[in-house]
Structure formats: structure tokens, C-alpha cells
């Protein structure tokens, strides 16, 4: 499965036309919340009335944790956007993504998601090492199902950077997003999404992000 956060760049053509071709599914995705009936319809169109290569469709991607939206404007997204995908006959799961602790704190959340869909990145917590980034995970995720109820829990997003300034115990390097990744893949049978394909070097660092933001990709820097 492959992961998208949006509509733009001409991406559901490109990727997820590439995607299919490959037998795998499509998460789609609608980043700008108050564009979802636009971004919603493009999904639809991409269909064309063939819904079997979509996986789940998310709205809007970690706004509450980045203060861009409130609780219940994303929800009003994600009610919007359900109503609209069943009306063209899809019947599969949607979802809104956040941060693991930002979807505790505001379980509306995952009442509004079909299944609660959350980001964890052990390499935020400075005491975790890479090689115990998937212990780490599944604690999150399990959290995340116990504020919600019990939901299923799927991590959305979770990985290790490549290169950066530590955080603490949480160093960055290509042997231990090497480790990282292999301790994810022994945590979790499923429900689980590594982030991300390729370096993002388009992406601006914060305080927050330890000189690492264009670094997650797990194949590296993409030639194209």
C-alpha cells in the first residue's frame, strides 16, 4: 500500500496510477480541509466508479498537533467527505490522521474515523533508541485504542531519519533508521505505514525537528 496526503501535483495520476500498475492499494488523502469537496471529487474522478485499489481515504493530516485546525472543523471535514465518497460508492474506511498523543488527547477524533489512525515517531522521545523504535510504536498505538475505546489502531506514519542532530538517545544515521525500520517491521505484523519513501528536501526544519525533516526517506534521495 502507498500512502498519499493529498490531490495536488497531479499525484492520484502519477502515483497512484503507478501504484496500481504495481497490484498495490492507494491511501488517499485530502490535505487542505477546506478544500475537501474539491479534493474529494478529484478522488472520485480518479475512481471512475472503481473503488477495489483504495485502501481508506484520510482528511487532513496532523492539524490539531500543528494547531492549523480545530477538533471540530476536522471533524466536519471528515463527516463531509464520508458523505460524499458513499454517495459515489465507496463504502471503505475514512479517516482523520494526527499525532498518537494529539488523538488521545481529543478522542472526537477517532469517534469521527472509522478506525483511529495515528503518527509515531520514536525518535521524538530522546530516552528511545533506534533499535527500540518498535516496542516504542506499538506502546503508542496501543494507547491510542484504549483513549478510543478500543478502536483499531493504525500507525499512519512511523519511521527514522537518516541524518540530522541527535535527540537525545535518538540519533539519527543511516544505520540506525536501518535499525529503527527493522525494529518497526518486527513490532508489527500490520497496521502499520513507514514514513517515508524518499528524502522530502523541499521540507523546512523547526526547533522541533533536530535537523532531520528532509531525511526519513527508507530508499534514500530519489534520482528522478
Given amino acids: ?29 485530502v490535505y487542505d480541509i477546506t478544500q475537501v469537496n474539491s479534493a474529494i471529487a478529484q478522488i472520485i474522478a480518479f475512481a471512475n466508479g472503481n473503488w477495489q485499489h483504495f485502501d481508506t481515504v484520510s482528511v487532513g493530516n496532523e492539524l490539531i498537533n500543528s494547531g492549523q485546525a480545530s477538533v471540530s472543523s476536522v471533524v466536519a471535514a471528515v463527516n463531509t467527505a464520508r458523505s460524499l465518497l458513499r454517495a459515489a460508492g465507496y463504502n471503505g474506511p475514512v479517516v482523520t490522521v494526527d499525532t498518537w498523543n494529539a488523538m488521545i488527547a481529543n478522542p472526537a477524533l477517532c469517534q469521527a474515523s472509522d478506525y483511529a489512525a495515528a503518527n509515531a515517531h520514536a525518535f521524538f522521545t530522546s530516552s528511545v533508541t533506534a533499535s527500540n523504535a518498535g516496542p516504542y510504536v506499538v506502546g503508542c498505538a496501543q494507547a491510542v485504542s ?70 526519513w526517506g527508507v530508499y534514500g534521495t530519489s534520482s528522478q
Fill in 146 to 215: 484504549q483513549a478510543c475505546g478500543g478502536m483499531n489502531t493504525r500507525i499512519t506514519e512511523s519511521g527514522w531519519p537518516s541524518s540530522g542532530n541527535a535527540n537525545g538517545a535518538a540519533v539519527p544515521g543511516q544505520a540506525n533508521q536501518a535499525a529503527a525500520i527493522s525494529s518497526l517491521k518486527s513490532s508489527f505484523s500490520s497496521n502499520l505505514i513507514l514514513f517515508t519513501a524518499y528524502n522530502d528536501l523541499w521540507k523546512q526544519d523547526n526547533a522541533g525537528t533536530f535537523g532531520a525533516e528532509k531525511f
Fill in 1 to 29: 500500500m502507498v500512502r498519499m496526503y493529498g490531490v495536488d501535483c497531479n499525484q492520484l495520476n502519477t502515483v497512484g496510477s503507478a501504484a496500481i500498475a504495481k497490484g498495490m492499494k492507494i491511501f488517499a488523502g
